[in-house]
T-cell receptor
Framework: NAGVTQTPKFQVLKTGQSMTLQCAQD?????MSWYRQDPGMGLRLIHY???????DQGEVPNGYNVSRSTTEDFPLRLLSAAPSQTSVYFC??????????????FGAGSRLTVL | GQNIDQPTEMTATEGAIVQINCTYQ??????LFWYQQHAGEAPTFLSY??LDGLEEKGRFSSFLSRSKGYSYLLLKELQMKDSASYLC??????????WGAGTKLIIKP
């Protein structure tokens, strides 16, 4: 049981470069999300999806794109990297969104540095 | 605006008890979560409260008072492996999670 798999674990980019963070889950979860975690701040939601073909913006979506073509995969694309996007990124999934104790399962995280 | 407040850092002694507080101001309330995050690792789920009162799970307990916008996580018989950050998160009226910045707990022998 792999859970939530994120790649790469570490990445260094130059300003203006683009890249994709991969996220896959094998738990048949409907809800998937991307967060960024910065020192001294709570996790901030970038984008989320409540099912295949459905995506929506979170609190800090600018500079990022997502797609959800399958239930399993939810890649996060950085269009033109900026130093402000230096952060640790977490993919997380749960059985569903909405009310109730929909516990999030997190991937191991991707540490991104933009020079 | 929406706000979750937790102490930045706490120190406790191995074998002792520690209480980590969380106060919140959110647009609506649909449950409160506590997650544990060891340094360099992903958060993992500890507890969920949606009704007032105490939920006990082994050495860990979590309390909620919705009228006061307040929760605490109680850790008993502290072990060195409990050194971690503890994240409080509230699900708001749109069922989105609002996260606190976390409390770093340092356990000393």
């Amino acid at each position: 049981n792999a859970g939530v798999t994120q790649t790469p674990k570490f990445q260094v980019l130059k300003t203006g470069q683009s890249m994709t963070l991969q996220c896959a889950q094998d738990m048949n979860h409907e809800y998937m999300s991307w967060y960024r975690q910065d020192p001294g701040m709570g996790l901030r939601l970038i984008h989320y999806s409540v099912g295949a073909g459905i995506t929506d913006q979170g609190e800090v979506p600018n500079g990022y794109n997502v797609s959800r073509s399958t239930t399993e995969d939810f890649p996060l694309r950085l269009l033109s990297a900026a130093p402000s996007q230096t952060s640790v990124y977490f993919c997380a999934s749960s059985y569903q969104a909405g009310s109730g104790a929909n516990v999030l399962t997190f991937g191991a995280g991707s540490r991104l540095t933009v020079l | 605006g929406q706000n979750i407040d937790q102490p930045t850092e706490m120190t406790a002694t191995e074998g002792a008890i520690v209480q980590i507080n969380c106060t919140y101001q959110t647009s609506g309330f649909n449950g409160l979560f506590w997650y544990q995050q060891h340094a360099g690792e992903a958060p993992t789920f500890l507890s969920y409260n949606v009704l007032d009162g105490l939920e006990e799970k082994g050495r860990f307990s979590s309390f909620l008072s919705r009228s006061k916008g307040y929760s605490y996580l109680l850790l008993k018989e502290l072990q060195m492996k409990d050194s971690a950050s503890y994240l409080c998160a509230v699900k708001d009226s749109n069922y989105q999670l609002i996260w606190g910045a976390g409390t770093k707990l340092i356990i000393k022998p």
